[in-house]
């Protein structure tokens, strides 16, 4: 671990403390509802196809990640509360701990892959090893977006109210 960059270290508490603040009830601009996902689903085909071979099959994997991702992030969010101000183009989301646990997992994935394969183990030589990295990966970016997408939808089918942003 003493090989571990200092901004590995720095990269570890800012997302936690994101994940913190998401844990509580929050107002935003609906332009992150579209922002996010679309950075994140970037840079996570980038980092997964750097990783691993640009392959029919690696794709597959990385689609149907993403698709159940989306499926879980739609059915976690379906039933819950949104206000919107489409006046102002907020909307105020409930907090969930879910992401908190989600954005360390995804930390701890990443810093596990990269680790293993530079300390090359054993476990990275397995067929199988870069199959449930790929479909992971998928499935977490793939639940942001399917979260987003849900508030967005119900953006659109709420009843207006007045938010102010803090």
């Excluded at 994101?18 to 994140?40: A, E, K, N, Q, Y």
């Excluded at 409930?94 to 183990?121: C, K, R, S, Y």
């Amino acid at each position: 671990m003493s090989h571990v960059p200092l901004w590995v270290y720095v990269l570890f508490f800012v997302l936690l403390y994101i994940g913190i603040l998401r844990c509580f009830t929050r107002i935003t601009s609906v332009r992150w509802l579209f922002i996010v996902p679309i950075v994140l689903i970037f840079f996570n085909f980038r980092g997964v196809f750097s990783l691993f071979s640009f392959s029919r099959a690696n794709i597959f994997y990385w689609i149907f990640g993403l698709f159940l991702g989306l499926l879980l992030g739609y059915a976690q969010m379906r039933n819950c509360l949104v206000k919107a101000d489409r006046k102002n183009q907020l909307i105020q989301l409930p907090g969930d701990n879910t992401m908190l646990v989600l954005i360390m997992a995804i930390f701890f994935l990443e810093f596990f892959v990269h680790f293993a394969m530079a300390a090359q183990f054993a476990i990275v030589g397995f067929p199988i090893f870069p199959v449930v990295f790929i479909t992971a990966s998928g499935i977490m970016v793939g639940y942001f977006a399917g979260r987003s997408g849900t508030y967005f939808y119900k953006y659109f089918y709420v009843v207006p109210c007045d938010l102010k942003k803090k």
